[in-house]
């Protein structure tokens, strides 16, 4: 990738530090670049499916807006739920 630099060549990245890089390097920059884009009306849109990772809810946000002539929609965020909870005949009171 840079042949002529030294350091190119003694770095080293597993898939631990690239995702540590990717959440806290340059996620916030884009979150913040994006969030800075908007500057007018805009809708939020949301997903809920399951996680088959980890068995627990998930949200995923997406915002779409106006940039230029064009309509927009990009990828904001995710937030985790936890593990769904079901409703047993025996914990239901009378409503």
């Avoid at 949200?59 to 990009?74: A, F, K, L, P, S």
């Avoid at 937030?79 to 079901?86: D, R, W």
Wanted: charged share 25%; net charge negative.
């Amino acid at each position: 990738m840079f042949p002529d630099s030294e350091m190119v060549t003694i770095f080293k990245c597993g898939e631990k530090k690239t995702a540590y890089l990717a959440q806290f390097g340059t996620a916030p920059y884009f979150k913040n670049e994006l969030i800075a884009s908007i500057s007018g009306p805009c809708s939020v849109m949301f997903d809920e499916s399951l996680n088959r990772t980890d068995q627990s809810k998930q949200i995923d946000v997406h915002v779409r807006y106006w940039c230029g002539q064009e309509v927009v929609t990009q990828y904001l965020a995710s937030e985790f739920l936890g593990k769904e909870q079901t409703l047993k005949k025996e914990n239901v009171t009378d409503i």
